[in-house]
């Protein structure tokens, strides 16, 4: 199958399946049975980008439990699952400036290990993903070594670009004014971004995007999210979680921005969280 062939095929194939998905009826379940018989044998990324809370892991889990359902097996690794933990961290929060010290933006993980590994997948090695806890917040092992020939990347921050430095500086929140006044820790976070992320993102063969309604609904989906961990006793609290979100302001609006013009397929959320629409749509 030539190059071309190949995008095609996955182009349809993430067509039809986020139909299915979409659909209570299972229409597109004959051509996807179609396509499954014709799988490219290269291997292929897939990379799902939204802001947090927004059900990009759901989204993955879902696709890979249809295209099991089809004969064809996918991993689904996050952006997550190669934090630094918290003694590099603040080796870099020394380095750098002290926000480094909290997991989450460009330049808290483990780039030259995904990229490495992603590479390795692109030339048909086998691979083990790393998987982190994030409750405790540490490693918590590695997956067993893979068959599948597409794996999906999920991640907050998937497909973005570095920022200007206009985009840097405008409308800093709570967070930034007290604790980077003079924009250290964004400009280091931007470098970082613009570095191996981006060499990350280059390996993606399409990208999807959960287009969220604002950022009062991030907000609030995240809380809801917390709640499992909170539960166990392992949660950040109301107050901590506000201002952990802090963090991720910046280059969420900053998706609103960008990704409508870079994403291959657009899921638009409502304000309850429910799938409204898919882009394009035929």
């Known amino acids: 199958m030539t190059e071309n062939n190949q995008y095609l095929w996955l182009k349809q194939w993430l067509f039809y399946s986020l139909k299915e998905l ?3 009826q299972r229409r597109w379940q004959t ?5 499954s018989k014709v799988q490219p044998e290269s291997p292929l990324v897939i990379g799902i980008s939204g802001a947090q809370g927004s059900g990009k892991t759901t989204l993955a889990t879902a696709l890979q439990k249809l295209w099991l359902g089809q004969g064809v097996q996918a991993d689904v690794i996050s952006l997550d699952d190669y934090y630094l933990e918290p003694a590099l961290r603040l080796q870099r929060a020394r380095l750098w400036h002290p926000l480094f010290a909290e997991r989450g933006v460009p330049g808290t993980h483990e780039t030259s290990l995904l990229l490495s590994q992603l590479q390795a997948f692109r030339r048909h090695e086998p691979q ?42 405008e409308k800093p929140n709570l967070l930034e004014t ?11 976070v931007n470098q970082q971004l613009a570095q191996e992320y981006q060499q990350i993102w280059l390996l993606l063969d399409q990208l999807i995007w959960l287009d969220a309604p604002d950022w009062r609904a991030v907000c609030r989906w995240r809380a809801w999210q917390e709640q499992t961990l909170q539960q166990q006793g392992l949660g950040k609290s109301p107050a901590e979680l506000k201002d952990f979100m802090l963090y991720f302001e910046r280059l969420t609006r900053q998706s609103w921005q960008q990704l409508p013009a870079s994403a291959d397929f657009i ?14 749509d035929e």
Do not use: F, M, N
């Open 22 to 24: 979409l659909s209570s």
């Open 178 to 188: 007290r604790q980077d006044p003079d924009a250290r820790w964004r400009r280091q």
């Open 267 to 280: 899921l638009t959320l409502g304000q309850d969280h429910r799938l409204l629409k898919l882009i394009p």
């Open 31 to 35: 051509s996807l049975e179609s396509l």
């Open 128 to 169: 083990q993903w790393r998987r982190y806890d994030k409750g405790r917040d540490c490693v918590a092992g590695y997956s067993e070594k893979t068959t599948a020939r597409i794996v999906i990347l999920e991640g907050w921050c998937v497909g973005l670009s570095a920022l200007s430095e206009q985009a840097l500086l």
